[in-house]
């Protein structure tokens, strides 16, 4: 080393210069540490984002790793000093002379003589001296940002106008810096790496909370957290660092906010106190939006006199935004046009904060200028939003009436109930409408109690005492409206002759001229007829409610009223028609300008396809249903949502999942007191416990449910009584099951209800085949298959599992309907036989009598009771149950039972 480069290094901060180290802990980043090693052949590596966001560290383990080990690097740190160009070139030297001592031999004296040429001469001098390099290198300048000096901009800009072959540049900032980044982009020599790159994914979040910082969080934990932090690794570390030595791990999570200590405290040093004071008022100010435009920042933005006469060209709202993105100041743009962007999550958190804590006297005039924005601009949801923060019910009231059919429109029955759950009572209670709106949107949501109340409070003003005088209009629409909640509410509760009662006095109430309320009283009357069992009759309404509600806009009501004409077709076996009502009503919804958060349209057409075993495509309409559901709030799409994917579940023979999901079920329908829901869910439940084998706990439902093998037979209740006949069977109570299956047999072929008749056939024939009748076994099959083939029903037959298979093997070599029962026992062998033969070591299958004594024994009942029943001697009970014994691989009766349960034998 000469003399000069031993006094300018001997002058300069050595650690400036040194390549931060790597934790042995890291996460690994495969995907970012391949973009940096592909940056490598362009003249530019860009990583520009926020502070936290591990820029430093993801360079340092790339050079650190396979891909970056040994590739030369020179490494420079920058601060505020480096804003001197002489000073800036000097450490650039100094970093590359660590790489080869006379890497910048021509440059070096005129850095230091005593008058210093211009810096384009320096860069000049740079570039020829860098261009003698034999090899590759990279020159890092970490923390750009700091850099203001715009001749040291220049000068590398000049330098990537330039840059030797061999060399390359890296760029570590938390701001975009004033360099031809177009240019470079147009040239393709630039590789970008930002805030949305450099974020951890879930899985990157899971390895860095559980595995680096040496918690056992869980995969919700995880998840909460990193929606909560966006990924931004400072934010994740603090989390856990706040976490180490905590008992109740959830409750943090759930609470952790940017108003939390170590984020508060790093926010604010590293961004909110480097801002000018204008631009801390415009962030604080502005931190009351979920979302910000330039207009609606400068009506919400406080101005001062001061603000006015300034003439700086940062008081434009829309100029600050650019300026922030920019600068990387923790903004995140919602379009690709720079319009509309929205502050991070923790961000905004820390910025409400400080605005609550230094100008709470603003808080409610800044929501009520935001509200008025919004309104004036069409935006009513966002409107109402403000209007509540600001205290403002009065005009959040007139709002929401404004936006309230378009609401109920996409279903978003969830933001109404909000909204008018925030409004004081007494508020609501001034104005007949608010109470019916607010009824019915309880009404909905299953809080039939509730809804009561409203609905009551509405009625007053039917009286001629009442406080508010109402026009004969408006009362004509009170009546009619209290009808048509009152009527839902006693469909519910299973009172169907008041239901259609109701409805039906409404519908002659209604002015069909007034599409929209005329769909809706058509939409709840179809409801009252289809659940009474009139079929012809909820046709009919039902058909027009569909094209009453579509031509009013009411998207929403369309939808429930084809589900429920779907449904009215599943029942009557015509699977086909179905699934062209359901495609109709998808492609309705596809048309529409905003989401529609209803989902029966596509929960319903899953569960067609569920029932056609084409579960590949069942999955995916199941799912969409269910999280289309879960965000309207309609706690009824809700309920057929659970009951899809508990079906989806079944046939995909996850039975504890499926019983998990109609358990969620039961808790969406027990949210309505009385409601006929709850019954079926539960109905629902003792199905999969008998098919899971669960006689316990079917038969704990069989005591409970109030139904009895006597009971009236009707349409409310016969997807219970079936299973009411499946828990007979499998108690062995042959006798009582087939006496209960004639009788909903008769029931559903009386209106023509071919779905209930074939499962109810479907069942008569295992009832028969459980006792030994063959014949009359395949002669129920045969019926059941002759109504079921022209429309492809496969689970039914299916999900009965072992007995069906055995008897529709007995069918096929019987020449019953050949073609339909090969195809019944290649989606069998295609979708289940492999499993279950996996599980079946059996050298033979069980024979018909060892079958029919199996289900006696699994029954609870003796060898003598056995033998009683099947009209055998105790003796040749005993030589079956040894059969028995021997193919299951069983030791005892307990095993026995436990081992055919689990092939599906019962």
Known sequence: ???????????????????????????????????LTEGLTYSLTLISAPAGFGKTTLLGEWHTSDEGKGFPLAWLSLDTDDNDPLRFFTYVIAALTKLEEEICETTLPLLQSLEPPPVKVIVTALINDWGKVSFPFALVLDDYHIISSPPIHEALGYLLDHLPSQM??????????????????????????????????????????????????????????????EGWIAGLQMAALSMRGRQDLPSFIAAFTGDHRFILDYLTEEVLQRQPERIRKFLLQTSILDRMSGPLCDAVVER??????????????????????????????????????????????????????TQSHLVIELHRRASRWFEQNGLIEEAVRHALAAQDYDLARRLIHQIASELWGRGEVRTMLGWFKTIPPPVLRSQPKSCIAYAASLTVAGQFDSAQVWLRHAEKFLYPNSDGAIDPATAVYLSTTLDIYRSVIARFSGDLTKAIALSQRALEQTDQDNARAYGIVLLFHGHAQFYAGNDDVANRILVQAIETTRASGHIAACLNASHHLAQLRVLQGRLREARAIYHQAIELVA??????????????????????????????????????????????????AYIARARLAQAQGNLDEALAFAQKGEQIARTCPGSTDIAYLQAWQARLQVAKGDLAA??????????????????????????FARILLAQGKVGEAEQLLARLLESAES????????????????????????????????????????????RTFLDEGAPMINLLRHAGSRGIAPQYVARLLSEFDRTEGAAITAKQPLIDPLSERELEVLRL??????????????????????????????????????????????????
């Open 591 to 640: 048309q529409q300008k905003h989401p529609v958060f209803v989902g029966v349209e596509r929960s319903g057409m899953g569960q067609l396809y569920c029932e056609w075993n084409d579960l590949a495509t069942a999955i995916g309409y199941v799912q969409d249903g269910l999280q289309l559901a879960e965000t309207g709030g309609d706690i009824f799409f809700l309920r057929d």
């Open 168 to 229: 390359h540049l890296v760029i570590l900032t938390r701001a975009d810096p004033l360099l031809p980044l177009a240019r470079l982009r147009a040239r393709n020599q630039l590789v970008e790496l930002r805030a949305g790159d450099l974020r951890f994914t879930n899985d990157e979040a899971a390895a860095f909370l559980n595995r680096t910082m040496g918690l056992n969080l869980s995969a919700e934990d995880i998840s909460i957290l990193e929606q909560r932090t």
């Open 698 to 723: 079917a038969g704990y439902w069989l005591e409970t449910c109030e139904l009895v093998a006597e009971n009236k037979v009707d349409f409310l209740h016969d997807f219970a009584h079936l299973t």
């Open 857 to 906: 024994v699994a029954a609870g009942k003796s060898n003598d009771e056995v033998a009683e029943e099947l009209v055998l001697a105790t003796g040749t009970v005993k030589k079956h149950l040894s059969n028995i014994f021997g193919k299951l691989n069983a030791q005892n009766r307990t095993e026995c039972v436990a081992r055919a349960r689990e092939l599906r034998l019962l």
């Open 751 to 794: 209106v023509g209800r071919m779905g209930r008749v074939i499962e109810t056939l479907v069942i008569q024939s295992l009832a028969c085949q459980a006792k030994g009748d063959l014949p009359h076994a395949l002669a129920a099959l045969a019926r059941a298959l002759d109504h079921a083939e022209s429309e492809g029903y496969v």
């Open 304 to 357: 001062t006199a001061e603000d006015q006469l300034a003439t700086n060209n940062l008081l434009n709202s829309q100029m600050i935004l650019e300026e922030l993105e920019r600068a990387n100041v923790f903004v995140v743009p919602l379009d690709d046009e720079r319009r509309w962007y929205r502050y991070h999550h923790l961000f905004a958190d820390l910025l409400r904060n400080h605005l609550r804590q």
């Open 1 to 35: 080393m000469g003399q000069e480069e031993k006094a300018m290094s001997n002058s300069l901060l050595a650690t400036k210069l040194h390549i931060p180290p790597v934790s042995l802990k890291r996460v690994a980043r495969p995907r970012l540490l391949a973009r």
